[in-house]
């Protein structure tokens, strides 16, 4: 019985020693609080650090082997692709009056860049107008003519090195108009969109205003030899009115950075009014609207609701110290006439009598 009281009484003392033990462990553990904005800066660090990752690739060649990687899946989907590109609207720095401007772009031969030999459009749910309008198109129409006309810009330099990209708007079969900022620092050049197929269309230089100064005509024309007959090229109309609903359509960075195809992204759109038409000292409007626009934007068509272009999506007017008081510009339709006339470039011209806009 005594034995049996010892053994009782060591028992017991080791398992008060064993729950002390626990005790003083549990009340001195590291104590750790995941707050949410801890997790939110590792899960923003985590994607800022992929899109450094794309944007790298993207600063390559089209022909580059990362390039070809993914346009063989062996990167990507699960690495998200995040094209991107520079400023005011593309490549250049934000506009300000006497901004310095590159030297004239060569009127080059085309890029080697690989082209299918019968370049298969993707086909959208609506087919657009075949002749231009005066009368406001339904919004698919519009959406399907849009499609159909606008596309991404892409410069290169001489040894084909990625420099950055714009948006264009065919004029005519095989002619397309843009800023001339958007390709005054390449030598080669190519468009791309979904409408057009899977590879890039090698395109020229043609034409380019002599500068692309604050508030001076910024244009440039390129044109293409082969394309699918079923692009849809846009009527040049006059400026537009105030407080007339306009449309714009391009490829800002911000919206497509997000696009699963990084080479033909989806066409971005949006819709505002015109604010103010600004007469400059050398007779050419400024067209200050609230349809969005962001970097890749310059070159876009402004069109009324007819699907008529009335003007080219050109710079942002920004603060550097205040990015929300942001103003938005085009070059109005005049000025893009006044161009074509004096390049000896043919395009369709029609008046701006969108009547049927009720905001007209």
């Not at 005054?184 to 395109?203: Q, R, W």
Request: aromatic residues 6%; charged residues 15%.
């Amino acid at each position: 019985m005594k034995l049996s009281n010892r053994t009782f009484a060591v028992a017991a003392i080791i398992l008060v020693a064993l729950n002390l033990f626990v005790y003083l462990w549990w009340a001195n553990r590291p104590f750790v609080v995941l707050r949410p904005a801890d997790v939110n800066r590792e899960i923003v660090a985590g994607l800022e650090a992929e899109s450094q990752r794309i944007q790298k690739m993207l600063d390559s060649a089209c022909t580059s082997p990362e390039m070809q990687a993914y346009r063989r899946g062996e990167v990507g989907p699960l690495l998200r692709a995040q094209p991107g590109s520079g400023a005011p609207v593309t490549s250049r720095p934000t506009v300000t009056p006497n901004a310095s401007v590159a030297a004239t772009p060569d009127v080059s031969t085309p890029p080697s860049v690989s082209v299918p030999t019968t370049a298969t459009p993707i086909e959208s749910p609506v087919a657009p107008p075949d002749q231009t309008s005066t009368k406001i198109l339904p919004q698919e129409q519009l959406v399907s003519l849009l499609e159909a006309s606008t596309v991404r810009v892409l410069v290169f330099s001489e040894q084909m090195k990625y420099l950055g990209h714009g948006t264009g708007f065919f004029i005519d079969k095989n002619t397309v108009v843009t800023n001339r900022h958007v390709i005054e620092a390449g030598k080669k050049f190519a468009m791309t969109s979904s409408f057009l197929g899977k590879e890039p269309l090698p395109i020229k230089l043609i034409a380019a205003t002599k500068d692309s100064e604050y508030t001076h005509p910024d244009f440039a024309v390129l044109r293409a030899d082969k394309v699918p007959a079923t692009v849809r090229p846009l009527a040049i109309s006059t400026q537009p009115q105030l407080l007339q609903t306009v449309v714009a359509s391009g490829f800002p960075s911000s919206e497509i950075r997000v696009d699963a195809n990084i080479v033909t992204p989806n066409t971005v759109f949006s819709q505002g009014e015109v604010s103010v038409l600004q007469r400059q000292p050398n007779n050419m409007v400024l067209v200050l609207h609230t349809a969005r626009i962001a970097t890749g934007s310059s070159g876009g068509p402004l069109v009324n609701r007819c699907g008529n272009v009335v003007g080219v999506n050109t710079f942002i007017g920004a603060q550097t110290d205040k990015f929300s008081d942001r103003s938005l510009y085009a070059l109005s339709g005049n000025a893009l006439r006044s161009f074509l006339d004096q390049s000896g470039v043919s395009y369709q011209k029609i008046a701006n009598d969108c009547s049927s806009d009720p905001k007209n």
